[in-house]
C-alpha cells in the first residue's frame, strides 16, 4: 500500500486519538506460531476510535497492508500535519461512521510500527531480534489479533475490513474465527499470492539483502540498509500503480528540466516519484520488517491452509456475510482472484456481494477518495446492522 | 411498485429465498424483501446498478448472469427469477436449465412478442416493430430473441420443463398500472410472467 494520507475535504475528522499497547503471551506462555516457533511477550500497538455499544454489536476491525500502522483515521496532536492513512473512509459521518460503530485497528504482529516484530528487542537478548525473529504468517497476525480483541473485551465483529494483505487477514479471519465474525469487506486482495506477486516482492526482498549495510539483519547499532530498502519500496509502488496511472500521472515528462541530463540523474517524473517514495519510506519502515510481512504474504494461501488446496472447503466453516470488492485497474491482485474468491463462497452458500469498481490508479485505488467504495461499505454496513438486529430480536 | 414486478412477486411465497437474474436496480428484490420478507440475492452486469443495489441494502454479485449462475449448488433458491431477460440470452435453454437446476421453481417473463400492435407494425408498415414494451431500433436493440407466449409454451416441451403458473398481463413499459389478460393472451398481453419447475 501507497502513502495517501490526504486530509478529508470536508475537513471532517474523527479529532485526536492516542496510539496503545497490549502485551501479553509472557513467558513461559508464549504464543505459539504456525512455524512451530514460540514468541513471547508480544505487544501489539492499536488505536480505537468511537464507542462499543452496551450489546457489543458493533465493532469493526481494520486491518492494514503491508506498510501501515495502527493509526487509521484522526491526529495525534493538534499540530499532527497529516491524519492517519485511512482517515478518508473511517471517521464521523463516513464510510464507517464511528458515531455508529466501534472501530479497532493494530499494528500488525512482525511489523515495526509499535507491534512486535523484528526491530523489537529480543528480552533473551536483550538487543534487536533481527532475522533471529521467528517468521510470522498472516494466521499469526490474525491470532494475535483476536487475542487483542478477547482483552477489549469485544465478543463478535460486526465487520472485519481491509485491503490487500488487510485483506488477506480478513479472508483469514472468516476461516480462522467463524464464529466471531458476522460480516467481512475484503478489498483488492487475494487467497493467495500469484506467482507475479512473489516475483515482485522477491526482487524486493533480494535489493535489501544486497545492500551492504543489512549485514544478515544485524544492523541496528551501526548504518541502516537504506538504499535496498529504498528499492524494495520502488518496485513496490510500481505494482501499486497502473500502467494507465502512470501514464496519466507521469507520462514522459521530465522533472525540473526541458532536456536529458545524459548522466543517471532522475530525468523522467516517475523515477523522481520512485526515488521520492523510496526515500520516504526509509524514515518510517524497518527493512527486516518489509521481508517479515512480504514473506508472510507470499506464504499465505487459505485454500491449502485450511483443506486440501480447495477454496471451497476453506470458506464452508466461514459463517461471515461478505462484501468482496475489486479494481479494474489492479494488476498485483487482479479481479480474476477476487471472482475466484466469490466463486468459492457462492458454492458455500455464503452471502456475498461483489462489485468491480472501475477505477485507473491500480491496486491503490482501495486507499484513495472514492466515493462508490465509501457507498457501497456504508450501505453493506447498514445492512448487516439492520439484519443483525432483526436476528437478535427473532431470538 | 411496477406492475409486472408486483405480478412476479404474487408468484413467491413469502419467507423463501430468491435469485434474481438481471436484478438491474434492486426494485424487484427490494420489493420482495420489504414485503414478503424473502432473502434475496440478485446478479448485474452493470458496475452502477450493483453498486446501487449494495447502497439500498441488497446483496447483489456483479457479473454475467450466464456464468454466475453456474457456481450456486443445486436447489440453493427456492425461486429463481429472469424478468425481461430471457428475449437478450444468447442460449436460453441452457439459462433455463441453470436456472431449474438452481432453483427449486422458476420465474420467468418477457415481452410478448404476439402482441396485436406488434403484428399489425410489421403488417402495416413492413418496419421492424418498435413499441412501448421494445422500444429499440432493429440495430441498437439488446433483446435478440423474439418470444411470444405460445413459443414459450412451446420451449416448455422442447426442453423439459413444466408450466405451473401463468400471468398474461397489459402494461406499459415502466407500467405501474396494468391488468391480467384472460381472453386471447397472446394477442391481448404485453408480457408473459411464467412460473415453472423441471419436467
Known amino acids: 500500500m501507497s502513502e495517501y494520507i490526504e486530509h478529508d475535504r470536508s475537513g471532517n475528522s474523527i479529532g485526536l486519538v492516542e496510539k496503545k499497547f497490549f502485551t501479553f503471551v509472557h513467558p513461559p506462555n508464549e504464543m505459539c506460531l504456525e512455524s512451530g516457533a514460540r514468541l513471547g511477550p508480544v505487544t501489539l500497538a492499536y488505536e480505537t476510535y468511537g464507542t462499543l455499544n452496551r450489546e457489543k454489536s458493533n465493532a469493526i476491525l481494520v486491518c492494514h497492508a503491508l506498510s501501515g500502522n495502527s493509526h487509521a483515521a484522526g491526529y495525534y496532536s493538534k499540530d499532527d500535519p497529516s491524519p492517519g492513512w485511512w482517515d478518508i473512509m473511517v471517521g464521523p459521518g463516513k464510510g464507517i461512521d464511528t458515531d455508529k460503530y466501534f472501530v479497532i485497528c493494530s499494528n500488525i504482529l512482525g511489523s515495526c510500527m509499535g507491534s512486535t516484530g523484528p526491530c523489537s528487542i529480543d528480552p533473551r537478548t536483550n538487543r534487536p531480534y533481527g532475522l533471529n525473529f521467528p517468521l510470522v504468517t498472516i494466521g499469526d497476525m490474525v491470532k494475535a489479533q483476536k487475542a487483542l480483541l478477547d482483552h477489549l473485551g469485544i465478543e463478535n465483529l460486526l465487520t472485519v475490513v481491509g485491503g490487500s494483505i488487510g485483506g488477506m487477514q480478513v479472508l483469514e479471519w472468516c476461516a480462522r474465527y467463524p464464529d466471531f465474525v458476522v460480516s467481512a469487506i475484503p478489498l483488492a486482495t487475494t487467497t493467495r499470492h500469484s506467482a507475479l506477486a512473489i516475483a515482485f516482492n522477491e526482487v524486493a526482498r533480494q535489493a535489501i539483502m544486497a545492500d551492504p549495510n543489512w549485514k544478515g539483519g544485524n544492523y541496528y547499532e551501526g548504518p541502516k540498509p537504506d538504499t535496498g530498502l529504498a528499492v524494495a519500496r520502488m518496485i513496490g509502488h510500481i505494482t501499486y500503480l497502473s500502467d494507465e496511472a502512470m501514464r496519466h500521472k507521469f507520462g514522459r515528462r521530465l522533472q525540473g528540466r526541458e532536456k536529458f541530463s545524459f548522466d543517471f540523474d532522475a530525468d523522467f517524473q516517475v523515477e523522481s516519484y520512485l526515488r521520492h517514495q523510496g526515500n520516504k519510506f526509509v524514515e518510517r519502515f524497518d527493512a527486516n520488517a518489509f521481508l517479515y510481512v512480504t514473506k508472510a504474504a507470499d506464504y499465505y494461501d487459505l485454500p491449502s491452509q485450511h483443506d486440501s488446496g480447495s477454496a471451497v472447503k476453506a470458506f464452508s466453516r466461514a459463517r461471515a456475510k461478505f462484501l468482496v470488492v475489486s479494481f479494474t485497474s489492479d494488476w498485483l491482485y487482479p479481479t480474476y482472484q477476487s471472482k475466484a474468491m466469490v466463486q468459492a463462497m457462492k458454492k458455500c452458500g455464503l452471502d456475498v456481494s461483489f462489485c468491480e469498481i472501475e477505477a485507473e490508479w491500480g491496486h491503490d485505488a482501495f486507499l484513495l477518495p472514492n466515493v462508490r467504495l465509501t457507498s457501497l461499505i456504508k450501505g453493506f454496513l447498514a445492512r448487516i446492522t439492520k439484519e443483525t438486529g432483526k436476528e437478535k430480536n427473532a431470538v | ?199
Not at chain 2, 420489493?31 to 443495489?53: F, P
Not at chain 2, 407466449?149 to 416441451?157: H, N, P, W
Not at chain 2, 398474461?168 to 419447475?197: C, K, Q, W
Open chain 2, 1 to 199: 411498485m411496477r406492475f409486472d414486478l408486483e405480478k412476479i412477486a404474487s408468484f413467491v411465497l413469502p419467507g423463501s429465498t430468491v435469485l434474481d437474474l438481471g436484478c438491474g436496480d434492486g426494485d424487484l428484490l427490494s420489493y420482495l424483501e420489504r414485503e414478503i420478507g424473502v432473502t434475496g440475492t440478485g446478479i448485474e452486469k452493470s458496475e452502477t446498478k450493483v453498486a446501487h443495489c449494495i447502497e439500498r441494502g441488497l446483496s447483489v454479485l456483479q457479473g454475467d448472469i450466464n456464468k454466475e449462475v453456474l457456481d450456486y449448488p443445486d436447489g440453493a433458491f427456492d425461486y429463481v427469477i429472469l424478468s425481461r431477460t430471457l428475449q437478450q440470452v444468447y442460449d436460453p435453454a441452457g439459462l433455463i436449465r441453470s436456472l431449474l437446476r438452481v432453483g427449486k421453481r422458476g420465474i420467468v417473463s418477457f415481452p410478448n412478442f404476439g402482441h396485436w400492435r406488434v403484428r399489425m407494425q410489421l403488417l402495416g408498415t413492413g418496419y421492424a416493430p418498435v413499441t412501448r414494451q421494445l422500444p429499440y431500433e432493429w440495430y441498437d436493440t439488446p433483446n435478440i430473441r423474439v418470444i411470444t407466449l405460445k413459443d414459450f409454451r412451446k420451449f416448455s416441451k422442447d426442453v423439459g420443463f413444466r408450466i405451473l403458473k401463468m400471468a398474461a398481463i397489459s402494461s406499459d413499459f415502466n407500467g405501474m398500472d396494468g391488468h391480467t389478460v384472460i381472453f386471447m393472451p397472446n394477442l391481448r398481453a404485453t408480457y408473459g410472467i411464467f412460473l415453472i419447475e423441471k419436467g
